[in-house]
């Protein structure tokens, strides 16, 4: 899946990879579900008996939005498929600013949206995928259950 830019919007892993990422996520129920791909900022498609996940870091939620690989590749390959899972317009304005991450590296949010972070490509840095996926799961585990509302500060 690309942008006309040439840029990648997913990238695959090596399973090492994806299990150092995804170690912190554990709170989530990754139980019996096996890594795909990444979206570009990191999300990650996973493959269960019960169909396709869908582990969105930027909420701190997974969902089971498809059956099918089909279903995957006809929701990606749509203008707001593209723009809802893989924030395709904000991976273009990055591109189009000259922040490209390299192989094993992934967009990161400098300031975390969950902690008041802006979805903005100055908001944006590239990050190692399994380092930037852990930390989003780290940070994301402690601000779960706290009320709705509550204020966090970002230092």
């Known amino acids: 899946m690309r942008l006309d830019t040439g840029m990648e919007l997913i990238k695959y892993f090596a399973p090492e990879q994806f299990a150092a990422g995804l170690e912190s996520w554990g709170w989530i129920g990754l139980d019996g579900k096996a890594?795909?791909?990444?979206?570009?900022?990191?999300d990650v498609l996973l493959r269960a008996a019960d169909g396709l996940w869908w582990l969105d870091t930027l909420q701190g939620e997974l969902t089971r939005p498809w059956q099918s690989t089909e279903e995957v590749e006809a929701a990606l390959n749509t203008a707001d498929g593209q723009e809802h899972y893989l924030l395709a317009g904000l991976a273009r304005a990055a591109w189009e600013r000259g922040l490209v991450p390299a192989d094993g590296e992934v967009y990161d949010f400098t300031h975390p949206p969950v902690l008041g972070g802006e979805l903005d490509p100055d908001n944006l840095g590239v990050i190692d995928f399994a380092t930037g996926l852990n930390i989003a799961g780290q940070i994301h585990d402690?601000?779960?259950d706290l009320p709705p509302g509550t204020p966090i500060t970002f230092a």
């Open 35 to 42: 890594p795909v791909f990444a979206s570009v900022f990191g």
């Open 142 to 144: 402690q601000v779960r």
